[in-house]
T-cell receptor, first 114, second 115 residues
Framework: DTGVSQDPRHKITKRGQNVTFRCDPISEHNRLYWYRQTLGQGPEFLTYFQNEAQLEKSRLLSDRFSAERPKGSFSTLEIQRTEQGDSAMYLC????????????FGSGTQLSVL | DQQVKQNSPSLSVQEGRISILNCDYTNSMFDYFLWYKKYPAEGPTFLISISSIKDKNEDGRFTVFLNKSAKHLSLHIVPSQPGDSAVYFCAASAILTGGGNKLTFGTGTQLKVEL
């Protein structure tokens, strides 16, 4: 039983660089979500895909952030011109048609911007 | 504006006793409530959920109670075990375009179960 897989687990980058994270959802799940979590806070919603369509984006998602889900399978989240305030854990989650209120999360990518 | 609040940052209980974690919310439009457990450096793990039309849901040692009039829910763990030590997040679900679910999380409660 493979869960949600995220790569890389950790990323250290310098301010101004671009970074890209990958998420592979549970195979039969049609919905995919990106969340961000900072220290002492709960995860915050960033964006959501149903199959390949990006249907909602949070106002937290600035123009420097872009997410894709080509062919409705894996997803990528790219951050351009990273800032120190982007340092956080980026979490991907997926859900099925049957129990779509239950989101299953990956282990996350911990981003540190120096 | 924090729509989901967990006012206790930490809770310590003895092994075998009951752990009660609390959560308050402000938005009456939430349709599901969920509890997640999180270990350091891992993503949240789904524990148990409850529909807004129910007042109780039980799964093994875990029971969630929902009081809609008070906009309050609680998670009961009995008996508590050392392996239950983790951060517990309360989350409330609202429907998104296309039928997805946006979860709004509280800030978490660190549970420590002592021997």
């Amino acid at each position: 039983d493979t869960g949600v897989s995220q790569d890389p687990r950790h990323k250290i980058t310098k301010r101004g660089q671009n970074v890209t994270f990958r998420c592979d959802p549970i195979s039969e799940h049609n919905r995919l979500y990106w969340y961000r979590q900072t220290l002492g806070q709960g995860p915050e919603f960033l964006t959501y895909f149903q199959n390949e369509a990006q249907l909602e984006k949070s106002r937290l998602l600035s123009d420097r952030f872009s997410a894709e889900r080509p062919k409705g399978s894996f997803s990528t989240l790219e951050i351009q011109r990273t800032e120190q305030g982007d340092s956080a854990m980026y979490l991907c989650a997926s859900s099925s048609r049957k129990d779509n209120e239950k989101l299953f999360f990956g282990s996350g990518t911990q981003l540190s911007v120096l | 504006d924090q729509q989901v609040k967990q006012n206790s940052p930490s809770l310590s209980v003895q092994e075998g006793r009951i752990s009660i974690l609390n959560c308050d919310y402000t938005n009456s439009m939430f349709d599901y409530f969920l509890w997640y457990k999180k270990y350091p450096a891992e993503g949240p793990t789904f524990l148990i959920s409850i529909s807004s039309i129910k007042d109780k849901n039980e799964d093994g040692r875990f029971t969630v109670f929902l009081n809609k009039s008070a906009k309050h829910l609680s998670l009961h763990i009995v008996p508590s075990q050392p392996g239950d030590s983790a951060v517990y997040f309360c989350a409330a679900s609202a429907i998104l375009t296309g039928g997805g679910n946006k979860l709004t999380f509280g800030t978490g409660t660190q549970l420590k179960v002592e021997l």
